[in-house]
């Protein structure tokens, strides 16, 4: 299937997550919070993947997500190194291989994008950064069972709603959207109804879920304070 497809399965996709999230136990209630405490619901994302946004601004989220989620080993990756269980053993293999794929899309548009627009506070912006990056980096390294999966399962959810930026991004900056390999909904459905085998792996599991989302949404914030700080100069 060539690169330039993706975009009605990731629609189909989508589609489906918002059904499954009618659903009960841990995959209706992870789906959920994604929905309503992901990128989704946040005004930013939204106004980003539209082809209006202004570019400085696009450019600006490029270069942060670039930053946050662009480095090797990253969340999914940690997950996957920290993983003890075979049911896990193949979602995490393709997950980490997906976000392979889109660190060197990542890397690819930030090239494009051009220089980091000029913004008052970039230290406090990149101290900020390097701490969410090290808070992904502990939840997928929890002991706490359940907890990685969770996180992991947030993040490839969520990332989809990532994408709609960078691929609006793209086709702006003269660059192909890239092929999104993440694993397929049916198959997170299967892997967490098979590893919510207790309510306190369930509650883990929801718990990184929530805490991945608070760091997504915490860069869209951050995003969004650094736009103000540019008008206002």
């Known amino acids: 299937m060539p690169p330039h497809s993706n975009?009605?399965?990731?629609?189909?996709?989508?589609?489906?997550?918002?059904?499954?999230?009618?659903?009960?136990?841990?995959w209706?209630?992870?789906?959920?919070?994604?929905?309503?405490?992901?990128?989704?619901?946040?005004?930013?994302?939204?106004?980003?993947?539209r082809p209006a946004a202004p570019m400085r601004d696009v450019a600006d989220a490029i270069h942060a997500l670039c930053m946050l989620h662009g480095r090797h080993?990253?969340?999914?990756?940690?997950?996957?190194?920290?993983?003890?269980?075979?049911?896990?053993?193949?979602?995490?293999?393709?997950?980490?291989?997906?976000?392979?794929?889109?660190?060197?899309?990542?890397?690819?548009?930030?090239?494009?994008?051009g220089p980091l627009p000029s913004t008052p506070g970039q230290a406090e912006t990149e101290a900020a950064i390097v701490a969410q990056s090290h808070a992904l980096q502990m939840l997928a390294q929890s002991g706490r069972t359940g907890c990685a999966i969770g996180a992991s399962v947030a993040?490839?959810?969520?990332?989809?709603?990532?994408?709609?930026?960078?691929?609006?991004?793209?086709?702006?900056?003269?660059?192909?959207?890239?092929?999104?390999?993440?694993?397929?909904?049916?198959d997170t459905v299967s892997l967490v109804a098979a590893l919510a085998t207790s309510p306190g792996i369930e509650r883990a599991m929801v718990f990184g879920a929530q805490q991945v989302l608070a760091q997504q949404r915490a860069l869209w914030d951050l995003l969004d304070a650094r736009r103000s700080a540019r008008d206002d100069l």
């Open 7 to 26: 975009g009605a399965e990731r629609k189909t996709m989508t589609f489906g997550m918002a059904q499954a999230s009618q659903l009960t136990g841990s």
């Open 155 to 186: 993040l490839v959810l969520d990332w989809r709603v990532v994408r709609t930026v960078l691929d609006s991004a793209a086709l702006r900056l003269g660059v192909l959207p890239a092929w999104l390999g993440l694993p397929l909904d049916a």
């Open 73 to 113: 080993p990253g969340a999914i990756d940690h997950a996957n190194a920290a993983n003890s269980d075979p049911v896990a053993e193949a979602w995490l293999a393709e997950a980490a291989q997906a976000f392979t794929a889109e660190r060197s899309y990542l890397a690819q548009l930030t090239a494009a994008a």
């Open 28 to 49: 209706g209630t992870i789906a959920a919070l994604v929905a309503a405490d992901g990128s989704a619901s946040h005004p930013v994302a939204r106004a980003l993947a």
